[in-house]
């Protein structure tokens, strides 16, 4: 599945696909923009098909609700939500547009690679764990997202070699970036998410 969200500040091109033999995606994604913000977060279900579809889905649902909270109180209630469900990994993160400041927090493997246009690359770090119902400390990383930058996020699904990474960054824009999606990735046998997001 291919789909593209054209905001007025931030342009996003996403591909999913399932794992080989299944037929849903056990991944999840949610982006949005106000005047104040955007906000983007993907989950992934802890295994596949169906029961991780549920755990996303149900994690995603949460964002969408309260997604004009701030990420810590976000994180909080996902993580309220996987109580009885399987439970998901997620990355989450908002960018204020008066401050120029990226909220940034994971817990799991989903990536999130941020480019500048200095040439730089940042890469925000998630820590370990997944959401569970249990209670647990979340910690909100806050970084400078300049004007102009480029970012991809993408589930342990995918592996995005530094030279592609490159060549993403490049492109003039983000539909140009996913329509050679298959040489940009290299897919393992998992459930695939992949986001790339450019400001405008």
Do not use: W
Not at 147 to 158: Q, R
Request: charged share 25%.
């Amino acid at each position: 599945m291919i789909a593209h969200h054209d905001f007025n500040q931030i342009k996003i091109s996403a591909y999913q696909q399932p794992k080989k033999g299944n037929r849903t995606c056990g991944d999840s994604y949610f982006v949005s923009e106000t005047e104040e913000y955007f906000i983007c977060a993907v989950a992934d279900g802890l295994g596949s098909g169906d029961l991780a579809k549920e755990s996303s889905e149900a994690a995603i649902a949460v964002i969408e609700k309260h997604h004009e909270e701030d990420v810590q109180s976000i994180m909080e209630r996902c993580n309220e939500e996987m109580r009885g469900k399987r439970g998901s990994v997620l990355t989450l993160f908002k960018v204020d547009f008066s401050t120029r400041e990226l909220s940034f927090c994971g817990i799991g493997n989903i990536n999130l690679v941020i480019y500048p246009t200095d040439g730089t690359v940042v890469r925000p770090i998630s820590y370990s764990g997944y959401l569970s119902g249990k209670k647990q400390r979340f910690k909100v990383q806050t970084l400078t997202y300049e004007e102009g930058a480029s970012f991809i996020v993408y589930s342990d699904g995918v592996k995005i070699s530094s030279k592609n990474q490159a060549m993403i960054t490049k492109m003039k824009t983000v539909r140009d970036a996913l329509r050679n999606i298959n040489e940009i990735i290299t897919p393992v046998n998992d459930d695939i998410t992949f986001l790339i997001g450019k400001t405008n």
